[in-house]
């Protein structure tokens, strides 16, 4: 439903007129949100029958749910997602770090030159691995927002976009990442 208006909306609903306090009114005539019981019963169609389905101000949620013996919605985590929705958020969040790297970056070089931060991270004698897993962390973000740009690149040329070509090109993105991520770890 769309919102055609807010605020303070005195309506004629079905020849009966109602104030409503700071609602929408919604495109085809309902009324978004909840309502008193006193406005919820003069509240009918065109034809004269009660369609009210929302929560007047003395209901709860989940006990008017069940009441009606409605079932609850599914939780997010039963859900499969596919690879492509899975590798869209991954590269929202790898832009997020991204961008994040950049302002920390920034700021660190702002106070210090990049000399002081090297010396203190020697100075920590940090285990090869751990060096190497710290560059591997840095690396992917931009390992990774890079090739799945690349991607979507060609996407825009209307090239791989069926799903399995979609699934494969994801799955060669994620070997490019790692590949890469792992050369800059060990550089």
């Known amino acids: 439903h769309t919102l055609t208006m807010?605020?303070?909306?005195a309506?004629?609903?079905a020849g009966a007129s109602t104030l409503v306090r700071s609602l929408p009114v919604l495109a085809n005539g309902g009324v978004r949100c909840c309502m008193t019981t006193e406005a919820k019963k003069s509240v009918t169609t065109s034809d004269g029958s009660s369609n009210w389905v929302g929560l007047t101000m003395d209901q709860d949620f989940e006990?008017?749910?069940e009441q009606l013996v409605r079932p609850m919605s599914p939780h997010i985590t039963i859900y499969k997602f596919p690879a492509t929705a899975v590798l869209s958020v991954l590269h929202r969040g790898t832009g997020i770090a991204l961008a994040s790297y950049v302002c920390t970056a920034g700021i660190a070089l702002a106070i210090n030159p990049l000399d002081v931060y090297?010396?203190?991270?020697?100075?920590?004698?940090?285990?090869?691995?751990v060096i190497a897993a710290g560059k591997f962390a840095l690396a992917f973000p931009m390992a990774y927002h890079t090739a799945n740009g690349v991607r979507h690149l060609i996407w825009?040329?209307?090239?791989?976009?069926?799903?399995?070509?979609a699934d494969s090109s994801g799955l060669f993105t994620i070997?490019?990442?790692t590949v890469l991520g792992l050369l800059a770890a060990f550089m």
């Open 6 to 9: 807010f605020g303070l909306v």
């Open 118 to 129: 090297i010396s203190a991270i020697q100075s920590w004698h940090l285990p090869m691995p």
């Open 11 to 13: 309506r004629r609903i």
């Open 156 to 165: 825009d040329r209307a090239l791989q976009v069926t799903k399995e070509q």
């Open 175 to 177: 070997g490019v990442t």
């Open 63 to 65: 006990k008017k749910n």
